[in-house]
């Protein structure tokens, strides 16, 4: 039986991946900040005596390792980590009130990746000297991380910083039996997209994106963008001259700011 934890499990992307797993007989570990949604999509999983919620915010670092060795003790082990809490907000550099929201984008987003993933590490490695299966960490990015978005300067920072942080942990823990899995997101039908007052190429339902994760993390891929699509976008945004990145951009429209309608 697969075991597996998976941060923001209440909604989105989380409970998409975790219906997933639920379906193919795995124990999970689901953490989330509020309580009821998490039972609820305990109760509605297979097997819901399997699973164990812990609901917590995921920037309580000692509640997320509680937590952790909580779930390695009553599963006897771990396979799988998902870091996939995520928050997002529009945020512009010239308001002060702006810069407590882009510290708790940054803490959400990417120091809590670091604090889930580091009470895993030793007994992932621990089992990797004992010959057993395969092991993965998996950071959820998003295609937001490759360039800039304006109006999203937190929130693209952020998954930037996911990605590279992801790609540097896989060459520390090469050879050590744990394989790190970076996906990147492009647009998924979840409660946070549903609110971007702008077109979204190739929208991917929550559930279709999470059979595509599951086979990329199984397959112990380095770098996946979900949907396929978006990940020629992804390579064609990297392409972009800065001149040409800069114009094209300025005309889009942005997120709204945390607690405003302005842009």
């Known amino acids: 039986m697969k075991r597996v934890f998976i941060t923001g499990a209440s909604s989105g992307i989380g409970a998409a991946l975790a219906r997933a797993y639920a379906e193919q007989g795995a124990a999970l570990g689901l953490v989330a900040r509020r309580a009821q949604p998490l039972e609820q999509l305990r109760a509605a999983l297979p097997h819901p005596e399997r699973h164990r919620v812990y609901a917590l915010d995921v920037t309580d670092h000692a509640a997320l390792a509680a937590a952790a060795a909580d779930f390695i003790a009553a599963s006897d082990g771990i396979d799988v980590v998902i870091a996939n809490a995520g928050i997002s907000h529009g945020t ?154 800069d114009f094209a951009s300025s005309k889009a429209r942005r997120k709204p700011r945390s607690g405003s309608n302005s842009p």
Not at 95 to 118: C, M, P, Q
Not at 167 to 194: F, N
Not at 195 to 215: H, I, Q, S, V
Request: hydrophobic share 50%; charged share 15%.
């Open 92 to 245: 512009l550099t010239e308001y002060a009130e702006d810069l407590a929201v882009f510290e708790r984008i940054v803490a959400t987003n990417v120091v809590a990746t670091v604090a889930t993933f580091h009470p895993f590490i030793a007994t992932l490695k621990k089992q990797a000297q004992a010959g057993s299966r395969a092991t993965r960490l998996v950071g959820i990015g998003s295609v937001a991380g490759i360039r800039g978005l304006p109006g999203a300067s937190a929130y693209s920072a952020s998954k930037a910083a996911v990605l590279s942080y992801c790609e540097a942990l896989r060459v520390e823990l090469r050879g050590s039996g744990i394989k790190v899995v970076t996906i990147a997101p492009g647009y998924i039908d979840t409660p946070m997209t549903q609110g971007n007052p702008y077109p979204m190429p190739f929208l991917m339902a929550a559930d279709k994106f999470a059979a595509r994760a599951l086979a990329a993390i199984e397959g112990g891929v380095s770098y996946r963008v979900i949907p396929w699509q978006m990940g020629i976008v992804a390579k064609l945004m990297r392409l972009l001259p800065d001149w040409l990145y």
